[in-house]
């Protein structure tokens, strides 16, 4: 066999590709992970690391539940300190239409399965005292915490090694071809790749990945901003967000405060995140230092953009490909870092053979009959 | 938002230069910079309420720089941080009142350099300033780094520093310079492009003969150890001519100050944010954006004059800004083709003698390989994030390639300075450790281009008032 030959080929190392081919390796096949740049460079190096249930798509729950467990015993099976913590979260509420929102929210998640309850402000102070004492009310959940998000590449490089992974990275894949043998990866200035099956885990290029196989599938791409602080005094040591969604703060052991929660800034998969928008900027560190008023003090330091992907109906992507033999998907999943430990083994438990623990999110569904050329 | 033609940030000799011309060819102009007065790093102002015995010692040409300013009809922002700029062009900043933003059509970058510093031992001990903040301390307050000083590292601010201390009435212990004799000398012809500048250096080598300063040319310092309240010791060794120590003879010397720099690199914040094209220069101070004749950088609309187009000294950013100014001006629509290549012409050659000279500067300052190889294991790099050159070594090790990569796996650039401070020798260090410039590549550039106090960013404002987009999907 050809040093070129796999069982089975990741093309995209985030953490969705680094953990299906992790598992695929641990599991006796002979993989390999492709990436055009370095791993988790992308949207698994660069965002916000919170495993919050408060933000997490209702259906996903049970997904992100078990992925941040996975993720606070890392060391036992990665092998690698990812600066994963548990902490507590809240979700609060400032004004009487937000109340009504936290409420509702609140129980649809508990419905399935988040431990989440509504707390009065003064049981919420008592726990984070740094809270503005103006909220209404709070939602509570014990099982909230963060990962460093820069470091996962770092963590899983090493497991992947380990595990007998070829990784390479730096090469572009530009197309796939099918025979007889199975799929045929070509690579931009590099040697094509041979594998029996492919895993495609292009985060927000998926839409270009799935078209090389004549699948098509509109795949929308979200420009996160997330803006970090210098370091501060301890200011609060839980997950706090809002009740509509628009904020995830945290303050990491070095002091510094993330502030995250899914504004938008210009940018697209070609060009990448291009420029914050100045009044998205600034409205996001004003929600900010209203939940958490003693921000004030501190100082911005950098703004970045990450990109998230989506589908048409917001449900993650991730299973066998139609009509092809031996080729997946897997991608497009609401708090996606959460879950990766976790998605990403039920696909490689699939691929390997074997019935997934939960069920998977078929990409039949997405598919569009093929364009015709104009 | 108020407009103008076009926003130059920067008013250090290309900035204020780029503004009279770009002003006198008909653009409206906005004028930014986050110091109280025009003049930029060579001639910064003293500050206004200090003696008149100060201000007379301003350089006559800063003075000058700012007289003709203030005579213009250029609308001028001091003391405006500018943190962002966005295409098409949107300029923020952070002035006394708050944050501002205005538009233009075209922007200028001329935000000047940064100092690099070589790490050695003892590196980051608060005895140690920075050539260039020292220069920034003499003459903008007269203020001296101690009473004894040692001089060290290279390039022409050495002299410059060196004269400065003795003139406010210090002593200098000796001048440590990378460079050998014979490498000034090499650049003799280029030197005498610039007659004067090469009296005034002349003038100064006699002044420190007769105050006794000895220079140690190629030599480099070893490291610097506390021995008292407020003194050190300074261990000084010979180097090879790429800047790799040689084994003896050492030297100490017990100073309560040192200044040391290792040239200058351009700030290129603004050029990188907007992803322009940069290529890798080392005579002037490392990457740098690429440009055509005209000043255009690759992104339409934005320009770039002065050291931030890599390192040239004053005189040639003084020219420079002129000739990008009115390329703008020409651009824009103001200027008919043939008053522009009328007026470019002589323009054009003054630039080129001036760059001559100070290319020959700049060469001296470049990075010398040997100097990167031979920083130590446990010295720290990123000072902000306090990272050693050991916990590099082992991120590239686990496989980081890219600074970018190296960044996020060590947390090295990360810290308050953003990577200006450690970027362009963490990149030489990364090519000591395999791999080319190109490959290793720069820092991303993100906003904001300076720390901003997030209450101020975020002003005073009701929650009710708060712009907020819809909710995120349950
Ligand atoms: C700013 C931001 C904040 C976020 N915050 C959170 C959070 O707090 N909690 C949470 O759970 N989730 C969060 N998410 C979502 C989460 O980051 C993503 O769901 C997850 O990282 C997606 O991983 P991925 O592997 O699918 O994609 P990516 O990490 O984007 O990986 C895709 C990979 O494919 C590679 N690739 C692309 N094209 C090619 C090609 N032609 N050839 C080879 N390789 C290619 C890319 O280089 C990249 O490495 C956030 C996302 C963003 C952007
Ligand atoms: C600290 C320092 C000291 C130096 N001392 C000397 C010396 O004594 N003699 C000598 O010959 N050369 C000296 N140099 C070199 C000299 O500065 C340059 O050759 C020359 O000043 C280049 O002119 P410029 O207009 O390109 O940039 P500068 O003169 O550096 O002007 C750039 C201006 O841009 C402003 N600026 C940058 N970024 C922003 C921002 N985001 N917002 C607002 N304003 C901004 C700065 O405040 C500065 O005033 C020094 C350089 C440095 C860095």
Not at chain 1, 226 to 242: H, Q, Y
Not at chain 2, 231 to 244: F, K, Q
Not at chain 2, 245 to 262: I, S, T
Not at chain 2, 414 to 439: F, H, K, N, W, Y
């Amino acid at each position: 066999m050809s040093e070129l030959t796999f069982d089975s080929a990741v093309i995209g190392a985030g953490v969705m590709g680094a953990n299906v081919a992790l598992w695929l390796a641990r599991g006796g096949m002979r993989t390999t992970l492709i990436d055009r740049g370095e791993i988790c460079r992308e949207a698994s190096g660069v965002n916000a690391g919170t495993l919050t249930l408060h933000m997490t798509r209702a259906a996903l729950i049970p997904y992100a539940m078990k992925g941040r467990a996975l993720w606070l015993s890392s060391q036992a099976w990665l092998g690698a300190d990812v600066g994963a913590r548990s902490a507590s979260g809240f979700s609060l509420a400032f004004t009487e239409a937000e109340e009504e929102m936290l409420v509702k929210r609140a129980e649809a998640r508990s419905a399935m399965g988040a431990p989440i309850r509504i707390v009065t402000p003064a049981e919420a102070r008592a726990i984070e005292p740094g809270i503005n004492p103006t909220i209404r009310a709070a939602a509570f959940c014990a099982l909230d915490g963060h990962v460093t998000a820069y470091l996962t590449g770092r963590g899983y490089r090493a497991a992947l090694l380990q595990a007998g992974v070829a990784l390479h990275e730096g090469h572009g894949v530009e197309g796939i071809g099918v025979s007889d043998a199975g799929y045929v990866i070509r690579r931009c200035g590099a040697a094509p790749i041979h594998a029996r099956r492919i895993v495609l885990a292009g985060g927000v290029w998926l839409e270009t990945m799935l078209a090389w196989l004549g699948q098509h599938v509109s795949v929308r791409c979200l420009i996160n901003q997330l803006i970090v602080t210098e370091r501060m005094r301890p200011v609060m040591r839980s997950v706090v967000g809002i009740a509509n969604g628009l904020l995830s703060l945290k303050q990491f052991e070095n002091g510094t405060v993330l502030i995250g929660g899914g504004w938008q800034g210009k940018g697209d998969p070609i060009r990448g995140g291009i420029e914050p928008i100045p009044d998205n900027l600034i409205g996001n560190i004003q929600l900010a230092r209203h939940a958490i008023p003693a921000l004030g003090e501190t100082r911005v330091l950098r703004i970045w953009l990450g990109l998230e992907s989506e589908t048409e109906d917001a449900m993650p992507m991730v299973g066998p490909l139609p009509g092809l033999t031996e080729a997946y998907v897997i991608g497009c999943v609401h708090s996606g870092y959460t879950s990766a430990p976790y998605i990403g083994r039920l696909l490689a438990e699939r691929i390997l053979g074997r019935e997934p623990e939960q069920p998977l999110f078929d990409p039949a569904r997405l598919m569009k009959p093929r364009q015709e050329q104009a | 938002m108020s407009a103008a033609d076009l926003i130059i940030v920067g008013g250090g000799p290309a900035g204020v230069e780029a503004a009279l011309e770009a002003e006198a060819h008909g653009l409206s102009v906005i004028l930014m910079d986050e110091a109280p007065q025009a003049g930029g790093q060579v001639y910064r102002a003293p500050p206004r309420a200090f003696s008149g015995a100060i201000q007379r010692q301003a350089d006559p040409i800063g003075v000058r720089l700012r007289d003709r300013l203030s005579a213009s009809r250029v609308q001028q922002f001091f003391d405006h941080t500018v943190w962002s700029v966005s295409p098409g062009f949107r300029v923020d900043a952070l002035g006394p009142k708050g944050p501002v933003s205005y538009e233009a059509r075209a922007v200028l970058a001329a935000s000047g350099a940064q100092e690099r510093v070589v790490p050695f031992p003892g590196w980051t001990r608060p005895e140690i300033v920075g050539l260039a903040g020292a220069t920034i301390m003499l003459k903008s307050q007269g203020i001296l780094p101690g009473r004894l000083t040692l001089v060290a590292g290279q390039g022409p601010l050495l002299l410059i520093v060196a004269i400065g201390i003795l003139k406010a009435g210090g002593r200098v212990a000796a001048i440590v310079d990378l460079a050998s004799r014979a490498e000034w000398l090499a650049d003799w012809p280029a030197l005498a492009s610039r007659p004067d500048l090469a009296v005034r250096g002349l003038a100064w080598r006699a002044k420190l003969a007769r105050a006794g300063v000895p220079i140690l040319y190629r030599h480099a310092i070893r490291q610097v150890e506390k021995v008292g309240a407020r003194r050190v010791s300074v261990t000084v060794g010979p180097v090879a001519a790429n800047g790799m120590p040689l084994a003896a003879p050492l030297r100490g010397f017990e100073v309560d100050a040192v200044a040391v720099g290792n040239g200058l690199t351009a700030s290129t914040d603004i050029t990188r944010l907007l992803r322009a094209e940069h290529h890798f220069e080392p005579l002037r101070g490392g990457w740098a954006p690429k440009l055509d004749a005209y000043y255009r950088s690759s992104v339409s609309g934005l320009y770039v004059a002065g050291d931030g187009a890599g390192i040239a000294g004053a005189a040639a950013a003084a020219c420079d800004g002129r000739l990008a100014g009115l390329c703008i001006a020409h651009d824009l629509g103001t200027v008919a083709e043939a008053e522009f290549r009328r007026a470019a012409a002589p323009l054009r050659r003054d630039a080129a003698r001036a760059r001559r000279f100070g290319t020959a500067m700049a060469k001296l300052m470049a990075l010398r390989q040997g100097q990167v190889q031979a920083i130590p294991p446990e010295t720290v790099l990123c000072r902000c994030e306090d990272i050693t050159r050991a916990e590099l070594t082992r991120a590239v090790g686990d496989g980081a390639r890219s600074l970018n990569q190296l960044k996020a796996w060590t947390r090295c650039g990360m810290g308050p300075c953003q990577g200006r401070i450690c970027g362009d020798v963490v990149g030489a260090v990364l090519v000591v450790e395999g791999g080319t410039r190109e490959d290793v590549g720069q820092f991303t550039g993100r906003t904001p281009f300076r720390p901003l106090p997030l209450d101020q960013l975020a002003g005073d404002l009701a929650y009710a008032d708060l712009k907020l987009p819809p909710p995120a999907p349950l």
